[in-house]
Nanobody, 129 residues
Framework: VQLQASGGGPVQAGDSLRLSCTAS????????MAWFRQAPGKEREFVAAISWSGTTKYNIDSVKGRFTISRANGNNTAYLRMNNLKPEDTAIYYC???????????????????????WGRGTQVTVSS
């Protein structure tokens, strides 16, 4: 396992969670980091991504204003802060990384799971109403 995701769990609607994703320095250095999620019976969905410098971020519309992606390069860790969670946020959340900075040149690139070389096992987030 190249990336370690943690921080998921069962919560109530409206609660908050912070997911963490830790990688070795060799993998983390210079990468774009991203979070995806996969609900039962659905395809893996892009959630958010962040550049190496942290100055460029993208996320999907359904989490705008609620989820924030960030990173601490000194700790080789990326985060996904999730506020005001909703039942539809229930999924396994995966972190991903890739060294290709050209991913951010087109939305169709950085939102595609196949574009990422490194993955974590995922952490379950369950939101009940």
């Amino acid at each position: 396992v190249q990336l370690q995701a943690s921080g998921g769990g069962p919560v109530q609607a409206g609660d908050s969670l912070r997911l963490s994703c830790t990688a070795s320095g060799r993998i983390f250095q210079g990468t774009i980091m991203a979070w995806f999620r996969q609900a039962p019976g659905k395809e893996r969905e892009f959630v958010a991504a962040i550049s190496w410098s942290g100055t460029t971020k993208y996320n999907i519309d359904s989490v705008k204003g609620r989820f924030t992606i960030s990173r601490a390069n000194g700790n080789n860790t990326a985060y996904l802060r999730m506020n005001n969670l909703k039942p539809e946020d229930t999924a396994i959340y995966y972190c991903a990384a890739d060294h290709n900075r050209m991913l951010f040149t087109a939305r169709g690139l950085f939102t595609a799971p196949a574009r990422y070389d490194y993955w974590g096992r995922g952490t379950q987030v369950t939101v009940s109403s």
